[in-house]
């Protein structure tokens, strides 16, 4: 079955980086395009970003545009976070996921139907 488990989470300053990854299992990798969402308490879950299968198209939400980087290793089957210039909005739980059927192009945050169990990114202020 499909499965993805992230990693790289934890508690960061202010303007830090971390890089979250995702490995995938169950599915050709390189098939699929990936994205990554957050849920902070109490809010509902976001979509942050997402990459094509083949990696030339990204796509990211307004609040993290410039700071955080989506990328991917289909040698790997892994898709990463970078996140840089991390401010404490930024602190959620992070999933990734992929979506159902393979798309050629970025598909709609509604389109994802397979997700990590998430991992806690912090940050303080």
Same mark, same amino acid.
Do not use: H
């Given at each position: 079955?499909?499965?993805?488990?992230?990693?790289? !989470?934890?508690?960061? &300053? $202010?303007? /830090?980086?971390? %890089?979250?990854?995702? @490995?995938?299992?169950? #599915?050709?990798?390189? *098939?699929?395009?990936? !994205?990554?969402?957050? &849920? $902070?308490? /109490?809010?509902? %879950?976001?979509?942050? @970003?997402?990459?094509? #299968?083949?990696?030339? *198209?990204?796509?990211?939400?307004?609040?993290?545009?410039?700071?955080?980087?989506?990328?991917?290793?289909? @040698?790997?089957?892994?898709?990463?976070?970078?996140?840089?210039?991390?401010?404490?909005?930024?602190?959620?739980?992070?999933?990734?996921?992929?979506?159902?059927?393979?798309?050629?192009?970025?598909?709609?945050?509604?389109?994802?139907?397979?997700?990590?169990?998430?991992?806690?990114?912090?940050?303080?202020?």
């Amino acid at each position: 079955q499909v499965q993805l488990v992230e990693s790289g !989470g934890g508690l960061v &300053q $202010a303007g /830090g980086s971390l %890089r979250l990854s995702c @490995a995938l299992s169950g #599915r050709t990798f390189s *098939s699929y395009a990936m !994205g990554w969402f957050r &849920q $902070a308490p /109490g809010k509902e %879950r976001e979509y942050v @970003a997402a990459i094509s #299968r083949s990696g030339y *198209s990204t796509g990211y939400a307004d609040s993290v545009k410039g700071r955080f980087t989506i990328s991917r290793d289909n @040698a790997k089957n892994t898709v990463y976070l970078q996140m840089d210039s991390l401010k404490p909005e930024d602190t959620a739980v992070y999933y990734c996921a992929t979506p159902k059927i393979s798309w050629s192009s970025l598909p709609g945050p509604n389109e994802y139907g397979y997700w990590g169990q998430g991992t806690q990114v912090t940050v303080s202020s």
